[in-house]
Nanobody, 126 residues
Framework: VQLQASGGGLVQAGDSLTLSCTTS????????MAWFRQAPGKEREFVAA????????IYADSVRGRFTISRDDIKKTTNLQMNSLKPEDTAVYYC????????????????????WGQGTQVTVSS
């Protein structure tokens, strides 16, 4: 499985932005997809996850109600719709795939994911 993230950019506080993660290769092995982010000087943190079927989603408290994760089987993308962006959302955003079953609680952890895409920068100005 290969992942390609796109859609980052520079926006103002309150704006919206949509990130996309295009998957290719042997996607039949994927159990779940997720977005993480890493701000300068900080550890990479969980943002949102979605099961491969799209039936289950999980969000970090900091983004719940503002961000929406979804999957598009036709375009083979996992998308992150980000609304009401804040300066503290500024980070490099990474998409990731888990290729084996994981307990829902473990999907918030980096170790659950074994395939990572390159990051895409999101900068929110105040």
């Amino acid at each position: 499985v290969q992942l390609q993230a796109s859609g980052g950019g520079l926006v103002q506080a309150g704006d919206s932005l949509t990130l996309s993660c295009t998957t290719s290769g042997r996607t039949s092995s994927v159990f779940a997809m997720a977005w993480f982010r890493q701000a300068p000087g900080k550890e990479r943190e969980f943002v949102a996850a979605i099961s491969w079927t799209g039936s289950n989603t999980i969000y970090a408290d900091s983004v719940r109600g503002r961000f929406t994760i979804s999957r598009d089987d036709i375009k083979k993308t996992t998308n992150l719709q980000m609304n009401s962006l804040k300066p503290e959302d500024t980070a490099v955003y990474y998409c990731a795939a888990a290729r084996s079953y994981q307990l829902p609680s473990l999907l918030l952890q980096l170790a659950a994911y074994d395939v990572w895409g390159q990051g895409t920068q999101v900068t929110v100005s105040s």
